[in-house]
């Protein structure tokens, strides 16, 4: 985009007298800022791809996805966002491209930071979980501590040395406590140790504690641990716990398990029903949605009480729409369905629980 019209492309947006050309000049700009994030974030480390094998394409997708929400509109064809943000500068005399152009990208950076959160709750809540667990432990704790180094986050136990934590570390005073020109721990060397020390029963925070003790005393490898290390690391030996535990169970489902089970399915199927009647009222009467896409979300809503049923309540909508709609972006999902889908998942497992209660 040509910064010699920024400014007055960005008031014309905000004044709603904008031709069609500096709209789409200026998502392209947004665009671009955003995808300039995005490329940083993987050159330092953070995986930001999904699992496609285009990454330039996925993460100029992806990239569309953070900043679409600036530029929802309020239906007649003003962006209540950009407004907002926005007027308030422009109203300043002699404001130049320069600086308009800086805080454009500190508007694109903060929601690119935002959306990306989000994503990747949807993409993976189990690790979303593991993170929040690790820093409300971290919080919480006296002897375990985090700092940020080249925008990737880095764990260490902390043995008496004084930290105070209303201020952010500076790593280079404690260099040579976190060991930093050593080496970092081999992966099957960390592995073996947290498996050594880990116990099923372990919260998050006691075995966060415990890999940390163990790190602190291995005085030839670095005295720290990156934030995505440990969630991987948590992660798969949870999921080996579980598959042991799923291998050695030799026991037989009794009849009376057999008849808790086809009770809550029962209450599975009485749900849906009363999810079809309100699904039938509310949106197929009104045309707010068709017969066919109302099949769909009974589909996936059924899902959903399933994913309750097996705790995993944190599974995300996204996801199990997504696989009975292939082509959905999260997008489309965000403008197109998510207000409907997930009031209706809400009313179904509060219904669902209901039902589970009475049962106890």
Not at 186 to 195: G, Q, S, W, Y
């Amino acid at each position: 985009m040509n910064n010699n019209t920024l400014t007055q492309t960005l008031a014309d947006i905000c004044n709603g007298t904008y031709r069609q050309a500096q709209l789409i000049q200026f998502i392209e700009l947004t665009k671009k800022i955003s995808l300039g994030y995005l490329r940083y974030q993987e050159v330092i480390g953070k995986r930001i791809s999904g699992e496609r094998v285009e990454t330039k394409d996925e993460l100029e997708d992806l990239a569309l996805d953070c900043v679409a929400e600036l530029f929802s509109g309020d239906g007649n064809g003003n962006f209540p966002q950009l407004v907002k943000y926005y007027t308030p500068f422009l109203g300043i005399q002699n404001i130049d491209d320069t600086e308009i152009l800086a805080l454009t990208r500190r508007l694109v950076v903060r929601k690119t930071k935002q959306e990306l959160s989000r994503i990747f709750r949807e993409r993976d809540p189990e690790g979303a979980k593991i993170v929040r667990n690790i820093k409300v432990a971290i919080r919480s704790s006296e002897k375990l501590e985090i700092f940020r180094d080249l925008g990737k986050e880095f764990v260490f136990y902390k043995n008496g040395i004084n930290i105070n934590k209303d201020t952010v570390i500076d790593v280079d005073s404690i260099s040579s406590y976190l060991r930093k020109a050593s080496s970092p721990i081999p992966e099957d060397v960390l592995h073996t140790r947290f498996i050594d020390v880990f116990s099923p029963k372990d919260s998050i925070s006691s075995a966060l504690k415990k890999l940390l003790k163990t790190i602190y005393g291995l005085e030839d490898y670095q005295n720290f641990l990156p934030m995505d290390v440990i969630v991987k690391l948590i992660r798969k030996t949870k999921f080996e716990g579980l598959r042991d535990k799923l291998n050695g169970d030799d026991s037989v489902p009794t009849p009376l398990d057999q008849l808790e089970t086809q009770e809550i399915e029962g209450y599975i199927k009485i749900v849906m029903q009363q999810i079809q009647r309100k699904i039938d009222k509310l949106y197929i009467k009104s045309g707010k949605i068709t017969a066919a896409k109302a099949k769909i979300y009974n589909c996936a809503l059924h899902d959903v009480l399933y994913d309750l049923l097996h705790k995993k309540d944190s599974s995300s909508y996204y996801r199990n729409l997504k696989y009975y709609l292939p082509q959905l972006t999260q997008i489309q999902y965000r403008k197109e369905e998510r207000t409907i889908f997930e009031y209706l998942a809400k009313v179904a497992k509060k219904n669902f629980r209901g039902h589970l209660k009475a049962l106890l």
